[in-house]
Structures are given as structure tokens and as C-alpha cells.
């Protein structure tokens, strides 16, 4: 049986086929024995800074299972512990990497604690462009592989712990998930039906959101740290919702745009039962379109470049003569032929679009609803209000103070 220095190479050169992350050694005073991370003493100010040392240290005295470590913006590390039977001999760290998605935008969050100067700011941001993305279940492989190393021991994904930076001082968390690759009823097996109805604009898909609620949702008590977990779990879910919606035959650029839209929103959002509405709206939103696009691919081209013009269009004037003129149709024949195509009419189609940017504006704007019903051509505030709480089942107003949990 090969030793421990031997398995950890194995482990290190296999990780590195995929993933640049950079490997650490501690001994348990936190002083850094080896490393290969080229700032290493900024990074590991990095981390050992907002209470994590001692965060680890508790958690290390009380048991020595592996942990993922979240701070801000997703940022995280895997971390597990050598043993020489009862007691811990060194600290092994892999990381930093980011969970799920890099965005620029959040590294003043991360930068912020630490106080430095422009020169040692400067080279974190660069490096931070670099670190790797990591999914959900990677991250558990890793850990489960990375104590697999040290101690010969095998674990499985519901042993490794999750802590957040924000409220790990004072309270343990629970376990991450269960685990996702045994049976059929795993959350990985769930997540990959979620995403085959994605790619497929399958709008049967509630009972599968059922079936993850079932195996998520106890997790999710409503406490700080689980908000900021279920955060997490969902920007790395939208990320990979917003991958399929492409293989699906949504446009890339309407993908990512709306994957910016909701990131924004899962950060402005501070509860559980907010968060849920979001994931919810997200999904929906999502699945609808690729259906649409799908529904659309069959169309005739001049069908469908009517439907190009309004999705991008939605605020013009848009008459029947305009859009007949547009594609070389007759206006009679444009409204029977949509109709038949589409299965709406042109003018339910134009109010759905309408609608769709209307709920945009609504929660990532400040724009007065008055203004949106005018930039949207909608006239009166009194009949867009009519139309969205027909189609939403509440007022513009009660819409954006449904999502607005800044």
C-alpha cells in the first residue's frame, strides 16, 4: 500500500490536470510549511484573516472531518487535518478558488478586511482573475480525495462541513447536503434531470424543484449562515442553468445577460423565503425562453425575425403595418401566420415581452413606474398596472416590494 507523501502527490498531479489551485501545508500553529502559490504571503493573510484562523482551530479540537470554508463573494478552501490517531499534526489547505463563478465586481468585499496598500491590492485582483471555478460537487470530490490522502480514511460527501466566514465564530454548521452520488434520489442526480429539462425548455419540471426542496430545504433554517449558504448554492446553480439554457439553443448573450440580472438579485436578497422566489422566477424564466426558441426553430424566417425584432425591441410602437412591412408580409397574413406559428397572437406575444422587461426594471432599477409604463408603451400608469396585475397577481408596486430585500 502506497504512503501518505505518495498519495498526496497522486492527488495534487491529478487535480492540476484540471485546476490550477494552489496547495498549502500548515503545522497547527498556522505557520505555513509549504506552498506553491507565488504571493504566498498575501494569500495567506487572505486567509487566515476574518476570525478563520480561529474558527478552524475550534474546529479542528472538536473533530477532524474536512471543511469548505466560504467567505465573501464565493471565495473558498478546502480544508482537512493530518492525524496521528487522536490528534492533529498538520493543516492542509487547497485553494483559494471561487465557488461556481469569478466576478470582478465583488473583489472590494474580499479585499476590503484585509487593509492594504494600492501596490498588494493591486496583485490580488490579478490573481484573483486566475483562480479556477469550481462546481459544488467538485469541491466535496476534492475534500473527500484531499483526507483520502492523509489519513487512508473514507468519507463521504455528508461528512465534509461547510463554514462561512460570517457566522462560523460562534456556531457549527450543519452537514453539506447529502450526498450527491449515491442513489437516485442524490441531489446530483436531481440537479442533472433540472438541467436536461433546462436544455430541453421542458416546462414540466416543478415536480423535480419539489424533489430538491425535499432534500435541500431542511438545511436552509433561516439563520444567517445557511442564508449565505443557500446564496451560494444557488449562484453556482444559475451558472450551470444559464450553460444549459445555451446547449439548449438560447442565445448566449440573452443567457449571460439574464445570469448578470439574477446574480444582482440573489445579492440584494437577505432571507430565505426572497431567495426561494428568486430561484423560482429564475428557473421559470429560463426554461420559458428556451421552450420559446425551440417552438420558434420551425417557424418560417420571417416569423421568426419578427419575434427577433420584439424581444429586442419591446418599448417601440409596434403596429401590425410596422411589422408587416418589416418582414415582407401582408398585415392580415402576418396575424394568421404568427398565430399559427406562435400559438399567441402578435399582440399577447408583444405584452408578454413587455412584461418580461417591465419585471426587469422593476427590481434592478429605480425608475419610477410611471416612467417604466412610458419607456414600455404601455401609456397610463392605470393600464399597465391593470395588464401586470393580470398577468402577475399583483401591482407593479407590491411586485418590486416583494424583491426589493436590500
Known amino acids: ?38 504571493h504566498e504571503l498575501l494569500f495567506d493573510q487572505l486567509f487566515l484573516s476574518e476570525g478563520r484562523r480561529k474558527t478552524i482551530d ?32 498538520a493543516i492542509y489547505v487547497k485553494g483559494p478558488f471561487f465557488k461556481g463563478f469569478n466576478d470582478e465586481k465583488s473583489y472590494s468585499d474580499i479585499l476590503k478586511p484585509l487593509c492594504l496598500d494600492k501596490e498588494a491590492e493591486s496583485t490580488l485582483r490579478s490573481d484573483f482573475q486566475s483562480l479556477p471555478m469550481l462546481t ?34 460562534h456556531k ?24 436536461y429539462k433546462v436544455r430541453n425548455g421542458d416546462l414540466n419540471y416543478r415536480d423535480i424543484i419539489e424533489r430538491a426542496s425535499v432534500l435541500s430545504n431542511w438545511k436552509y433554517d433561516g439563520d ?33 445577460s439574464l445570469c448578470s440580472e439574477y446574480r444582482r438579485m440573489l445579492n440584494r436578497c437577505y432571507t430565505i423565503s426572497g431567495l ?15 421552450h420559446e426558441m425551440k417552438e420558434l426553430s420551425t417557424c418560417p424566417s ?6 427577433a425584432y420584439i424581444d429586442t425591441h419591446p418599448g417601440e410602437k409596434l403596429t401590425l403595418e410596422f411589422l408587416a412591412k418589416k418582414v415582407g408580409y401582408s398585415v392580415y397574413y402576418l396575424s394568421r401566420k404568427f398565430e399559427q406559428e406562435v400559438g399567441i397572437s402578435i399582440t399577447d ?49 407590491a411586485y418590486r416590494r416583494s424583491t426589493d430585500t436590500i
Open 349 to 397: 406575444y408583444i405584452c408578454n415581452k413587455r412584461l418580461e422587461k417591465a419585471k426587469y426594471m422593476l427590481t434592478s432599477t429605480n425608475l419610477r413606474i410611471e416612467k417604466i409604463s412610458e419607456v414600455l408603451g404601455f401609456g397610463s400608469r392605470s393600464y399597465f398596472t391593470s395588464i401586470f396585475s393580470k398577468n402577475m397577481g399583483m401591482t407593479p408596486s
Open 136 to 169: 459544488s460537487s467538485s469541491i466535496i470530490q476534492f475534500a473527500i480525495m484531499l483526507h483520502y490522502s492523509l489519513n487512508a480514511e473514507t468519507i463521504s460527501a455528508s461528512e465534509v462541513l461547510p463554514y462561512s466566514t460570517k457566522e462560523s465564530k
Open 58 to 89: 475550534e474546529h479542528m479540537r472538536k473533530c477532524h472531518v474536512p471543511i469548505v470554508y466560504t467567505a465573501s463573494a464565493i471565495l473558498s478552501w478546502i480544508i482537512a487535518f493530518e492525524r496521528l490517531e487522536d490528534s492533529v499534526t
Open 224 to 256: 444567517k449562515m445557511n442564508v449565505d449558504y443557500y446564496r451560494q448554492h444557488l449562484h453556482v446553480l444559475l451558472t450551470l442553468v444559464s450553460r444549459a439554457a445555451v446547449e439548449g439553443s438560447l442565445p448566449r448573450k440573452i443567457s449571460f
Open 1 to 38: 500500500m502506497i504512503g501518505k507523501e505518495e498519495r498526496l502527490e497522486v492527488f495534487q498531479q491529478l487535480t492540476a490536470c484540471c485546476y490550477n489551485i494552489w496547495n498549502w501545508k500548515y503545522d497547527t500553529q498556522f505557520n505555513v510549511i509549504e506552498s506553491n502559490c507565488p
Open 276 to 290: 426561494h422566489q428568486i430561484s423560482d422566477v429564475m428557473l421559470s424564466d429560463y426554461i420559458q425562453r428556451v
Open 172 to 195: 457549527k454548521p450543519g452537514k453539506i447536503l447529502v450526498d450527491q452520488f449515491e442513489g437516485t434520489n442524490g441531489y446530483w442526480n436531481t440537479e442533472q434531470e433540472l438541467l
Open 302 to 307: 420571417p416569423i421568426r425575425m419578427c419575434c
